[in-house]
């Protein structure tokens, strides 16, 4: 039987007649407070006397207080065990309420928020203590805990004296239960900074999970997006435009899939660059010709997630985000009690950092779970802390210390993260037909919304092009036609999405500017039946020697404006050119004229692509359990019944191809991508791995990388030395000095590293059609 003392009961009467006092406060006031901006703790307000609706709004907040005081002082009423200290803090907490003398009633109100505060942060500590000393009482544990000596956590021990010595000297403690003791030091050592293994009496058995089933209706998706800014009308728009395309695909990868199990997560999708507390650049642009790129593939993750069957919470502010999380009262200072309320966290850089100021030391414990959406990408010696400080790759992104593949980008662009995408509208044969047949052969559109994209450098090229076409733009005004544009091209101003699509589908031409890089519009445009122009760079654009790269965590060089474009698909539906040569660029405009093309869409632009890549992601990339250490030697023959060790080469030589693959008489340890589609390669001197694997068709796949880190990949390679050393670039060989060297750091395994001195070893894997983040076996 539970027990309640008298003390308790006294607590729980006095915050029930409080809780009952502000109820009638707020009805006989009828929204004459507004509550001002939080303080350092969300519990903290101060009022004025105005009116409207943000009156309401502050006696909302204070009756969400002491809701959650309601709630905690409940969970203390079922507490068993509690100390005579405790009943003494009761009294305490007790007579502190009691202790309002307010002179008037906003005086009233303002006594009240100013000491929820201190109000909730005494019953959670008296909860925290007499929940820890309850369960070691009832476990047996209630004697000095033994300090374990464990080698998967060496700073145990040190961590464990280091507490013993300071444990007094920070809040945060105390709010988590510690009470000087090794018990508690070793329950808050294992279970929020993760130093020390998890006790034997504390393990708790995971939940089933539940089977995610596909859903079409996205009424419940458009209702969590919320309204209020015109990014987010935008995603909605989209996604309600979308939806027949969204269930048709849903349709077809059940059937695919056979009704495979699924496992149903809980995904919160914070969007962190949308927020106030960001900035939020985007919204004001919105209809001004800003940049969409970001609205429409979050828009997208939002959908194909919901589709996919999870159980999403939307955050789009940073009070949201502390919510859903749970974080304690502060910014950041003390770590979340309790596990993680998410299996997985969608965000992007601005929502990282504030999951950082708010989360504190927690979200080193639990940033396996994260996926951070990145445009441009980030290479592992950027995402290396300490490697990148050392070594000079450090900037403003960047230096998380996340597996390399727990970034997300829009293009397949850096095979060290994982492709994301988005889609673009695919069109039914009907009216594909239709856009062949009702194309004006020379009517161009240019792909720049805002007038400063036009300034400078471009008349010679656009005069060219008006020898031969009429020219269109759909560049942003408010009352005056922008004087960048010249007179001979018919602006339309800044078009909805379904008008731009019907110029879209009668241009024979979409023709870029050079910039934005690696936007979504060149893809929609190849889908409506144009042939994109797009110029060449020389030298190709990075962050060594452009501005709009500097900054950003990767040296990857841009050789065109669209490079997904130019590589995967290509002529006749993506020309390149060199915009300076007045002859080629000529060249490829009459050459344009002449060439007849059908609309397309790569496969992983649909939304079928798209949900395929994302469900292959959620079900098989698992980031919070650490890889088993490779041990060659530990291998056996496929087939053996007594675990026979095997005697011959891991790697094989390949029919008709250089590489080499996993032989097939060696059982294959557990991978995903599978072994199988590992393609065992040897870079050029000063060529990267991105590169060697692409020039034989495959594509880098850096989960591989812990497979060939060993002497037995070397081959034939003759090395004087064999060194385990910290370096991007590794594994690799000097043929010239017979030095080989081993990765020591696995989060530095990096395709995008190179070195003139170096040939690499390259784990290159098969791919998909129309599929690139996928192998042939991998759904």
């Not at 009240?112 to 925290?128: G, H």
């Not at 106030?276 to 979050?298: A, H, I, N, R, Y």
């Not at 053996?640 to 059982?667: C, E, K, Q, Y």
Request: one cysteine or more.
């Amino acid at each position: 039987p539970l027990t309640v003392l008298p003390d308790q009961m006294v607590v729980i009467f006095v915050v029930g007649i409080g809780f009952f006092s502000l109820c009638f406060l707020m009805t006989s006031l009828g929204g004459q407070f507004s509550a001002k901006r939080l303080g350092d703790s969300p519990f903290t307000i101060r009022t004025e006397v105005l009116g409207g609706v943000e009156s309401r709004g502050v006696l909302r907040k204070i009756s969400d207080m002491l809701e959650v005081i309601l709630k905690r002082m409940d969970s203390l009423s079922k507490l068993d065990n509690t100390s005579t200290t405790d009943a003494r803090r009761l009294d305490e907490l007790s007579s502190a309420i009691n202790r309002f003398q307010p002179a008037g009633l906003v005086e009233r109100i303002q006594a009240i928020a100013q000491n929820v505060s201190n109000m909730a942060i005494r019953v959670e500590q008296i909860l925290q203590n007499s929940m820890v000393q309850g369960r070691a009482v009832r476990d047996g544990t209630s004697s000095q805990c033994e300090v374990p000596r464990d080698p998967r956590f060496p700073e145990c021990p040190g961590k464990v004296d280091w507490m013993r010595a300071r444990w007094t000297s920070d809040p945060c403690y105390a709010f988590y239960g510690v009470d000087g003791s090794d018990c508690s030091f070793l329950i808050y050592l294992s279970e929020v900074e993760w130093f020390c293994p998890p006790l034997a009496w504390r393990n708790h058995s995971s939940p089933p999970t539940q089977h995610a089933a596909f859903r079409t209706d996205l009424s419940v998706l458009l209702d969590q997006v919320g309204t209020g800014k015109e990014s987010l009308s935008f995603m909605k728009r989209r996604i309600r435009r979308l939806a027949q395309q969204w269930a048709t695909a849903a349709n077809r990868l059940d059937a695919k899939l056979q009704q495979r199990w699924r496992d149903q997560k809980k995904i919160l999708i914070h969007v962190g660059f949308l927020t106030e507390e960001s900035g939020d650049v985007f919204s004001p642009k919105v209809l001004k010709g800003g940049p969409l790129g970001e609205m429409v593939q979050w828009a997208d993750i939002l959908t194909a997630l919901h589709v996919l069957g999870h159980n999403l919470k939307i955050s789009m502010s940073v009070k949201e985000l502390q919510g859903f999380l749970g974080v304690p009262p502060g910014r950041g200072s003390c770590p979340l009690t309790g596990p993680l309320p998410f299996d997985l966290i969608y965000t992007d850089y601005h929502g990282l950092q504030q999951m950082k100021q708010h989360m504190g030391l927690s979200l080193k414990k639990h940033k396996c779970h994260v996926r951070v959406i990145d445009t441009f990408g980030t290479e592992p010696a950027y995402n290396h802390e300490e490697y990148a400080t050392l070594h000079g790759y450090r900037t403003n992104w960047g230096y998380w210390n996340l597996n390399a593949r727990q970034y997300m980008t829009m293009f397949p662009h850096t095979p060290d993260n994982s492709f994301m995408g988005f889609v673009s509208e695919e069109l039914n044969e009907t009216e594909k037909r239709s856009i062949q047949q009702n194309k004006v052969n020379n009517m161009a559109v240019v792909y720049g919304k805002e007038a400063s994209m036009w300034k400078q450098g471009k008349e010679g090229f656009l005069q060219i092009l008006h020898r031969y076409m009429e020219v269109h733009g759909t560049v942003y005004y408010e009352t005056q036609r922008p004087p960048e544009v010249p007179a001979f091209v018919k602006n339309h101003g800044l078009l909805p999405q379904h008008e731009l699509q019907q110029l879209l589908r009668k241009a024979k031409l979409f023709i870029g500017f050079g910039f934005p890089y690696e936007g979504p519009a060149p893809l929609e445009a190849i889908a409506n039946g144009c042939i994109f122009l797009q110029p060449k760079f020389h030298p190709p654009h990075s962050s060594l020697n452009h501005e709009f790269f500097r900054g950003k965590p990767t040296s990857r060089e841009v050789s065109s404006q669209h490079p997904y474009a130019e590589q995967y698909i290509g002529k006749p539906h993506v020309m390149t050119v060199d915009y300076n040569n007045s002859l080629e660029f000529d060249s490829a405009i009459r050459e344009i004229m002449r060439t007849k093309v059908k609309p397309y869409l790569p496969y992983e632009y649909t939304c079928e692509g798209m949900l395929e890549r994302v469900h292959a992601y959620i079900q098989h990339q698992d980031f919070c359990a650490p890889d088993p250490a490779f041990i060659p030697a530990n291998l056996s023959k496929q087939g053996s019944a007594g675990g026979t060790r095997i005697t011959g080469p891991l790697f094989v030589p390949l029919p008709n191809s250089t590489a080499l693959g996993w032989a097939s008489n060696v059982t294959a340890p557990p991978a995903w991508p599978p072994l199988s589609s590992l393609r065992l390669l040897v870079s050029q001197e000063g060529q990267s791995c991105v590169e060697a694997c692409q020039s034989a068709g495959f594509i880098c796949e850096p989960a591989h990388f812990r497979f060939i880190n060993n002497k037995e990949a070397l081959l034939e390679v003759q090395c004087e030395v064999v060194d385990s050393e910290i370096n991007h670039i590794l594994p690799a060989f000097s043929v010239v000095r017979q030095e080989c060297g081993l990765q020591r750091e696995p989060l530095l395994f990096s395709c995008a590293g190179h070195s003139p001195k170096y040939r690499r070893l390259c784990p290159c894997r098969d791919f998909r059609r129309g599929q690139v983040a996928l192998c042939r076996n991998c759904l």
